[in-house]
């Protein structure tokens, strides 16, 4: 239709006629892509809106666990402390454990961190929905930190590798009972291979506390960051700690 009325005017050298549908072509293709525009737009703060609702939730979930694994790994590392003092001080009375916190106390508790979201908008090339240029740094740094701690992590497994055969060697299991320990507590308390072992995987576990409570700041940091954004909640978090069992 459009190029029969330019035809028609072209024909009858109608010169205005021709420039007013040259006007009306021109703002109809300015108009499609600005509606194309603007609905590319909409996409992408509904997908950005998705992105850092999951990411909200990831970082509660995250940090609860956290802390609960840093409370977990702290209250065995106490414990079996305790047992190495009495070991020390050759003083079996002072012993109040059940010789499970020597196994525990050679676990390394690695990131109980839900890195979903957080992987899709880093290594799934999707930050560039994050409109806010402050918060897009912040998702980013959180995220150099966490994969900084992940290098210290397998450091610390590495190191408490060479500790835990001479702890858990020297244990055994009570009869009928898969988590009951027991062991020669005269016998442990003169072997100094057994005690420096004990003694090095405590420091470790000591250091995999700090490691935890610090995954567990930057989760919580960065949940607060993307729920100012989100306008979620803000305030701390009331994590249900579950009763430790042996």
């Known amino acids: 239709m459009i ?3 330019l035809s028609r005017a072209f ?3 109608n010169w205005f006629a021709v420039a007013l549908e040259f006007v009306i072509v021109i703002a109809g293709v300015v108009i499609g892509f600005q509606i194309t525009e603007w609905r590319g737009e909409q996409a992408d703060r509904e997908s950005e809106r998705t992105y850092l609702t999951r990411l909200h939730q990831d970082m509660v979930q995250s940090t609860c666990d956290l802390q609960f694994d840093a409370y977990a790994t702290h209250n065995w590392h106490t414990r079996a402390r305790r047992t190495l003092d009495a070991f020390l001080t050759n003083n079996p009375e002072a012993i109040d ?3 499970f916190e020597l196994i ?3 676990r390394v508790r690695t990131s109980s961190l839900n890195r979903a979201t957080l992987n899709e908008l880093v290594n799934g090339g999707q930050m560039n929905l994050i409109s806010d240029d402050r918060l897009r740094a912040r998702i980013a740094s959180a995220d150099a930190h966490f994969s900084s701690l992940d290098e210290l992590i397998n450091v610390l497994i590495g190191a408490q590798d060479s500790f835990v055969r001479d702890v858990q060697n020297r244990l055994r299991p009570v009869p009928g009972e898969v988590y009951g320990i027991t062991y020669d507590f005269e016998a442990l308390a003169a072997d100094d291979t057994f005690l420096n072992a004990l003694g090095h995987a ?3 576990t000591h250091v995999n506390v700090l ?3 610090n995954m567990a700041e930057t989760a ?3 949940r607060i960051t993307v729920a100012e954004e989100i306008g979620a909640d803000t305030g701390p978090l009331d994590c249900d700690m ?3 069992t042996e």
């Open 104 to 106: 525990a106390s050679t």
């Open 11 to 13: 024909r009858e050298q």
């Open 220 to 222: 919580d940091r960065l």
């Open 97 to 99: 454990d059940t010789g």
């Open 3 to 5: 190029l029969d009325r």
């Open 211 to 213: 490691w935890l409570e």
């Open 202 to 204: 405590l420091r470790i």
């Open 242 to 244: 579950p009763e430790l």
